[in-house]
């Protein structure tokens, strides 16, 4: 599904070079949930990023579901992202002044999708994550549990194969963690390819494989 | 769908945004009164005089303390105006000459039809020192005042007033007044007056007012000569003062008295203009900065960087779009209530310019912050927060 070979990352200021991921090789196959560790600042979000095509590598090739994306331009790589993949974030990142249904709704925007039909497949999402009772409340009236919960909803509206979560049960207590740990894993039951960065030990235990790194090189 | 998720975000940060909107829309009401006052302008500036001005001087006389046989003293100088080789032509009128700071106007009626139109006072001449065309029937002459009426000739706004798609000649304005010709347009104050409804009543010869002459001089005649005339009225009546105004330089006064205001209408409201568009300027470059979060999601979920541009371009011309609608609805009284006595066209022809200004600054003023949205990196926004 997703297919990283010879990944090199490096981040050049004027003064500094850093070698933020080294010659990283990694197969993540079709219905796999991965998780990512390492201590802070190893490069485990800057693999997710390059997964998820946000970030360019500085060397080495991506393929995503077997097409090479090096060559891929702005509008290319985005269409990859709203089709193939969902994102998870840390900070949910949900637009506060949009309702809850309205954030859901984004991904499907940016396919030109009309209005109902958008709008029951961002109900089905919610569903899908135990939100359909919010739908109408803004961001700031919800948990961290339930933002997150929104921001899979995201994730998920748009059926995409692939879920990048950087780190999702970061900002929660262990019992919401755990409750967006098993959405996650009912994704990953009902076929989707999930990589997840996190520092949780017990969170990990829970996925297929762990990969680990340190100082931006796969140790595992 | 864009627009309705636009409209949506605009809507719900509607307090935040309220400023803003008032800014545009105060923006869009001067636009619209500037525009208005240029629209006016320019469809005057558009008709044509209706005369010719170019080597025509008034020569005002004041007869001071004199009050003997003044017709008879004006009648002469008439007479040798005439007789100078430099003079064309000479005519005797009103002191409401071309371009002149005076007006006279009289309600004038017929078959119940009433028209407030602009009155001058002219000899037989008159046409002929102003190279005036006569559009139908004739300039009138001493001879038309035979009899219980007397002849006018009306402008071709009076006749419309007047008359409609009747034939004006040989009507009878009021008790006396004879329609014997019809001129186009007139347009005394210059090019920027309003086309109105005037006529013109032959002066009677034993008149002691009605003191302008109009003399169209030769080619090349210059100050010299008017030092003459000068002289020569003095001598001719004693006491009187002579002031000879040439109509090129009376033009310009008159358009300087409707450019002025214009101009300074203008600068006011370009520094009110820039002042809101740096405002804005300054409001977007905030606001992307404040919202690079968004932009990484966005990003993530499928947006391109020219999709961001254009979202942020969108956003404001949502804002401008309801500060607009607003502006409209006061905006559109002037034609419903006829306010100025104006045509519907000018206005909406004032109202389109207002909203093309105003999304042309709004697109000017996003057009920057909304390129340096689209350049930012989605996977550095994305962990800023």
């Known amino acids: 599904m997703i297919h990283l070979q010879n990944i090199e990352k490096v981040y050049r200021t004027s003064t500094i070079e850093t070698l933020a991921l080294n010659n990283i090789n990694l197969n993540i196959r079709k219905g796999e949930f991965v998780s990512i560790m390492g201590p802070s600042g190893c490069g485990k979000s800057t693999l997710l990023n390059v997964m998820g095509l946000l970030d360019e590598p500085s060397k080495g090739t991506v393929e995503i579901d077997g097409q090479a994306v090096t060559q891929y331009r702005d509008k290319e790589l985005a269409q990859l992202r709203n089709q193939k993949i969902g994102f998870i974030f840390q900070s949910f990142h949900l637009i506060n002044d949009l309702s809850v249904l309205d954030n859901v709704e984004i991904p499907l925007l940016y396919r030109s999708a009309n209005g109902r039909p958008r709008q029951e497949y961002a109900k089905d999402a919610l569903m899908k994550v135990g939100l359909s009772n919010r739908m109408k409340h803004f961001p700031k009236q919800l948990s961290g549990g339930q933002k997150q919960r929104v921001a899979i909803a995201r994730a998920i509206v748009g059926n995409p194969d692939i879920i990048l979560a950087d780190e999702p049960t970061g900002n929660l207590d262990s019992a919401m963690g755990n409750e967006i740990m098993n959405i996650l894993q009912q994704l990953n039951n009902d076929g989707a390819t999930i990589v997840m960065v996190t520092h949780d030990e017990q969170m990990a235990k829970r996925t297929h494989r762990l990969v680990r790194l340190f100082d931006g090189t796969q140790v595992l | ?385």
């Not at chain 2, 307090?15 to 469809?43: D, P, Q, R």
């Not at chain 2, 000569?225 to 105004?245: L, Y």
Request: net charge positive; with cysteine.
């Open chain 2, 1 to 385: 769908m864009m627009l309705q998720h636009l409209f949506k975000l605009i809507w719900n940060k509607k307090k935040t945004h309220m400023l803003l909107i008032v800014e545009i829309w105060a923006s869009f009401m001067v636009l619209f009164g500037l525009a208005t006052l240029i629209v006016v302008n320019v469809g005057n500036y558009r008709e044509p005089l209706g005369f010719s001005y170019e080597r025509v001087w008034a020569i005002g006389l004041n007869t001071n303390q004199d009050t003997t046989e003044l017709a008879d003293k004006v009648q002469r100088i008439v007479q040798r105006l005439n007789t100078y080789p430099e003079v064309e032509s000479v005519s005797r009128m009103s002191s409401n000459f071309p371009f002149s700071a005076n007006q006279m106007n009289n309600g004038i009626e017929y078959n119940k039809r009433h028209v407030l139109a602009d009155h001058y006072v002219t000899d037989e001449n008159f046409a002929k020192t102003l190279e005036m065309p006569v559009v139908a029937g004739k300039w009138y002459r001493h001879t038309d005042s035979v009899g219980k009426y007397w002849p006018i000739v009306i402008n071709q706004k009076a006749k419309e007033g007047l008359f409609g798609d009747e034939n004006a000649l040989g009507k009878v304005v009021g008790e006396r007044l004879k329609v014997v010709g019809v001129v186009d347009n007139f347009k005394a104050k210059g090019e920027f007056m309003s086309n109105k409804p005037a006529y013109f009543e032959l002066v009677n010869a034993k008149d002691s007012w009605n003191n302008t002459m109009l003399i169209r001089v030769k080619p090349g005649t210059d100050a010299v000569f008017e030092a003459k005339v000068v002289k020569d009225i003095a001598t001719m009546v004693k006491g009187w003062s002579v002031e000879v105004d040439y109509q090129t330089d009376s033009r310009k006064n008159q358009h300087n008295l409707v450019l002025v205001p214009v101009i300074i209408a203008s600068i006011i409201s370009g520094f009110l203009l820039i002042n809101v568009s740096l405002g804005l300027f300054g409001v977007l470059n905030l606001s992307i900065a404040k919202r690079r979060g968004e932009i990484g999601l966005r990003r993530a979920i499928g947006a391109t960087g020219s999709g961001i541009a254009s979202q942020f371009i969108g956003e404001i011309w949502v804002l401008a779009t309801l500060a607009m609608l607003i502006g409209l609805l006061f905006a559109a009284q002037f034609p419903i209530l006829n306010v100025f006595d104006l045509q519907a066209g000018v206005y909406i022809t004032a109202i389109l310019i207002a909203i093309a200004v105003i999304y042309g600054i709004v697109t000017l003023c996003a057009l920057f912050p909304s390129r340096q949205a689209a350049l930012i990196q989605p996977a550095v926004a994305l962990h800023e927060e």
